[in-house]
């Protein structure tokens, strides 16, 4: 599918494919990651009809059934040229070239990555969270955990945001079983609606009442979560706390101690503690998978939002009539683009954080209120949360190997007044440009 302007992952998430393409191809076992893992090789086609055949069989799995599309037939044709295969949304045909073009298309993973942009419900941009949440459900559910599991480490590597957090199918579809994260997946389809909303918003204050209610939606069903494991007989399976690892940015990038404040101020106010590589480039945090999902969501489209509103003010130009002090010169100088973007991501995290806690902290007390209404047990509520919380420690406490304390970025710059203002303005306003619920880490930003 043709990439549009706002197609960020693009080259990422090609360079993930290429990154596993090998292994695919020869399949068998192979050690990644301190796992022994047994790959079966993928399939390889011997004319378009049999594609095609494949097409209609994938579309018709239970897994994929369910999905919004899939009732949508999908046509196979080959394509002019040899040097890449196409999806034509509107046709709603997958374009491959032929053995005529030495046959390098007629391969599984090539069909699959063009049939997600046919199952990606919101396929702008092209290859979007959406997107390669959507890739790696097909992986899974066709090829094999195993090549699932290959491709959505190595896009967290890269830098590729996953909608959903692991790569389960996309938010609104369904994909014909029953598991543990559904209602999970039923609260991150309300707060990425609930922020589209914001996304639309006329006003400021329409917006800052949609994300402090998407907020609201967050802390409120963390706290449901919490009553409800309390009522879980010790006997029974219950949901406990685990870890991950989100990719933030690139080694060396100075916008990267931005965004890992950003993760940091949504952990804090949803239960969440947080380590933080020594370079920036990850964070890992401990919490129970239901915050886990809620704070990669609230995350991924704040980051998103915080990256494309800092484009957005550097493309005016109106920090070049800034002026910083040079240290080193003894005179002021012109403000850079990357010392504006530096200072705009400041404010825009110092503007969200400040609207998390407010929002968290007025859900809580309504929560707790609601949920103990005529009951006269308000203290039960609040011990329940801090139960919770000191689950979270105890489980931190005994797997967190961290030592010392993070600092961020030490390189200096300046602050850009111009661009302090836009931040806090666009922290302030938090219009979203995206509804999605994009866990995974902020690409690699220029400046």
């Known amino acids: 599918m043709p990439p549009t302007h706002t197609d960020r992952q693009r080259q990422a998430l090609y360079r993930a494919e ?30 378009l009809p049999a594609i095609q055949t494949y097409v209609d069989r ?50 599984e993973t090539v069909v699959l990555h063009e049939l997600a942009h046919h199952l990606d419900p919101q396929p702008s941009p092209a290859h979007g969270p959406s997107y390669a949440a959507t890739l790696v459900h097909l992986y899974e559910t066709v090829m094999s955990p195993e090549a699932a599991h290959l491709l959505r ?30 209602g999970t997946s039923s609260t991150l389809d309300k707060i990425s609606k609930v922020l589209a909303q914001a996304e639309r918003a006329s006003t400021t204050e329409e917006a800052s009442t949609f994300f402090a209610k998407a907020q609201s939606l ?4 963390s706290i449901d979560l919490a009553v409800a494991r309390q009522h879980v007989a010790r006997s029974q399976q219950r949901e406990t706390p685990i870890h991950r690892r989100i990719t933030i940015g690139q080694p060396r990038q100075a916008g990267n101690r931005h965004f890992v404040r950003l993760f940091l101020s949504i952990a804090h106010v949803n239960d969440v503690k947080a380590n933080i ?71 825009y995290v110092e503007a969200i954080s400040r609207r998390l806690v407010a929002a968290q902290e007025a859900a809580e007390r309504h929560a707790i209120r609601d949920l103990d209404a005529g009951g006269g047990a308000a203290a039960s509520t609040s011990l329940v949360l801090a139960d919770k919380r000191a689950e979270v420690d105890d489980y931190y406490a005994s797997n967190s190997d961290a030592r010392g304390s993070w600092s961020g970025w030490k390189g200096r710059t300046h602050s850009v007044p111009s661009a302090a203002a836009a931040g806090r303005h666009a922290g302030q306003r938090a219009r979203l440009t995206s509804g999605r619920a994009l866990p995974g880490g902020a690409k690699a930003l220029d400046g």
């Open 18 to 47: 290429q990154a596993i393409a090998a292994t695919l191809k020869e399949g068998g076992t192979i050690e990644h990651e301190g796992s022994t893992l047994t790959v079966e090789a993928e399939r390889q086609f011997g004319d």
């Open 58 to 107: 994938v579309l018709a799995l239970r897994p994929v059934a369910g999905m919004e599309r899939a009732s949508v037939p999908v046509t196979v044709r080959e394509r002019r040229g040899d040097r890449q295969a196409h999806y034509e949304r509107d046709a709603a045909t997958i374009a491959i070239p032929g053995h005529r073009h030495t046959g390098w298309a007629m391969r």
């Open 153 to 182: 480490v190595q896009m967290w590597d890269g830098g590729v945001l996953i909608a959903g957090g692991s790569g389960r199918a996309p938010t609104g579809t369904s994909t014909g079983t029953s598991t543990g994260n559904a």
């Open 218 to 221: 967050a802390t409120r069903y």
């Open 277 to 347: 590589a020594t370079n920036s480039t990850s964070v890992y945090p401990y919490g129970f998978p239901s915050d886990l999902d809620v704070v990669e969501a609230l995350y991924s489209n704040l980051a998103t939002h915080m990256a494309e509103s800092a484009s957005r003010y550097l493309a005016t130009g109106a920090f070049r009539d800034s002026m910083v002090w040079s240290s080193s010169k003894a005179q002021h100088v012109r403000a850079t683009a990357r010392e504006a973007r530096l200072s705009f991501y400041d404010s």
